[in-house]
């Protein structure tokens, strides 16, 4: 009689587990079904079991809540390790913005670098005529040779028909876009141009991301700061992100 090799043992051994696994798959891709019927929205997120035992974590676009097993609870807020201090929920979203950014070729966005090897990236939400935009960008000089590399993404907040839109299109369209950009934050009307532009799709983005004022600020661990921050704060604030600090 043949003794089955180390492959087939394997492969026997391996069986259960992965029977399991597509099991408890099959069994979330339900319960997902069962709480689209009364949310459509879930249909496009993401469910998956959370930290805490009989409720599942579903992640959509800029938000988490909690679904009970039997698809029959929505629980929104936070979830707290109080062992850790960690705040599981905050985790989850920064996750999102992060695939959210990823998404975003660095092409179309205007960038700021870092005067040596950068040791933070951060991506803001900026409107021109913002004045906490501006006394954010006057401070960039201090951002770069701090090490901080600056992705502006576009937000005129008055909207697609205010004079706030034109100049961000304006500033994307020129030839140099980051010297234009700094002298419509000094309050020059660039000249007025047209091109293809991502500025609607900044737009788009900054609304599903929870934007609610500018400038809006998202570091490289997916963190948001809302509003401005004096460049030496900002900068230990990523600095204590770095250490894994509290904040």
Known sequence: MMRPSIQQLALVLLLPAATATAAAQTEVERLKARVANHLPAAALGELRPSPLPGLYELSLPGQVAYVSSDGRYLVTGRIIDLETREDLTARVM??????????????????????????????????????????????????????????????????????????????????????????????????????????????????????????????????????????????????SDKRGGKR
């Open 94 to 239: 920064a996750r999102q913005r992060l695939s959210a950014l990823e998404a975003v070729p660095e092409e179309r966005m205007i960038v700021f670098d870092a005067e040596s090897d950068p040791r933070h990236t951060i991506t803001t939400f900026t409107d021109i005529d913002c004045p906490y935009c501006r006394k954010m960008h006057a401070e960039m000089d201090e951002l770069n040779a701090g090490g901080v590399r600056v992705r502006y993404l576009l937000y005129p907040r008055a909207g697609f028909s205010s004079v706030s839109y034109e100049k961000a299109v304006s500033v994307w369209c020129a030839a140099d876009q980051q010297a234009e950009m700094t002298r419509a934050k000094r309050g020059a009307m660039p000249d007025k141009r047209e091109c293809p532009n991502p500025v609607q799709e900044h737009m788009a983005l900054a609304r599903r991301l929870g934007l609610q004022g500018t400038p809006f600020t998202i570091t490289d661990t997916g963190r948001v700061i809302g509003g401005y921050m004096p460049a030496s704060d900002l900068l230990e604030s990523l600095e």
